[in-house]
T-cell receptor
Framework: GENVEQHPSTLSVQEGDSAVIKCTYSDSASNYFPWYKQELGKGPQLIIDIRSNVGEKKDQRIAVTLNKTAKHFSLHITETQPEDSAVYFC?????????FGRGTSLIVHP | SAVISQKPSRDICQRGTSLTIQCQVD?????MFWYRQQPGQSLTLIAT?????????ESGFVIDKFPISRPNLTFSTLTVSNMSPEDSSIYLCSVEASGRFQETQYFGPGTRLLVL
């Protein structure tokens, strides 16, 4: 089955810095890659996604890049703010069931 | 997108009892999923529930322990039966949005369960 590796497990940055979270996947048939943000006490919220026919997608301060050849995709958050502090999950989907990474705890220090 | 609500939001239960979690969606969806998230961990799929058919369980999860109902296209329940402390977890309902991008998946707020 699909295997998704996510790094780092914890990321601590100063407010205003950029944050990058990376994921690799194993199934070359995977074609959809969503990212979720989970705040304390809440369910995961879809923040951005990318499909395999696109190499990069941007939405204000967040962007996702995809390298299908290398089978990795990354989440980029610029000008981080304390409210960006949360756990971020990547996922990879080939069949109808996505596989999730183990999560990255992002801490933004004011 | 889809707006998902879950009841209860949290509960504390005694071992040996059962708890039924409800999931309500604001639109009709074909596929609904139930996940478990243990503290500090990722999301583990329990089962997929499609309306009009039996739920499909993932490896390590059985119907006797986690019976699921899916009576219509906007509602599902998950029961955690004969609970033990190991069942303490967050249980998440998820749906796949219908429409152009069918593979978009959304999550409910979760049910936080503590078993004593």
């Amino acid at each position: 089955g699909e295997n998704v590796e996510q790094h780092p497990s914890t990321l601590s940055v100063q407010e205003g810095d950029s944050a990058v979270i990376k994921c690799t996947y194993s199934d070359s048939a995977s074609n959809y890659f969503p990212w979720y943000k989970q705040e304390l006490g809440k369910g995961p919220q879809l923040i951005i996604d990318i499909r395999s026919n696109v190499g990069e997608k941007k939405d204000q301060r967040i962007a996702v890049t995809l390298n299908k050849t290398a089978k990795h995709f990354s989440l980029h958050i610029t000008e981080t703010q304390p409210e960006d502090s949360a756990v971020y999950f990547c996922a990879s989907r080939g069949s109808y069931i996505p596989t999730f990474g183990r999560g990255t705890s992002l801490i933004v220090h004011p | 997108s889809a707006v998902i609500s879950q009841k209860p939001s949290r509960d504390i239960c005694q071992r040996g009892t059962s708890l039924t979690i409800q999931c309500q969606v604001d639109s009709q969806v074909t596929m609904m999923f139930w996940y478990r998230q243990q503290p500090g961990q990722s999301l583990t799929l329990i089962a997929t529930a499609n309306q009009g058919s039996e739920a499909t369980y993932e490896s390590g999860f059985v119907i006797d322990k986690f019976p699921i109902s899916r009576p219509n296209l906007t509602f599902s329940t998950l029961t955690v039966s004969n609970m033990s402390p190991e069942d303490s977890s967050i249980y998440l309902c998820s749906v796949e949005a219908s429409g152009r991008f069918q593979e978009t998946q959304y999550f409910g707020p979760g049910t936080r369960l503590l078993v004593l």
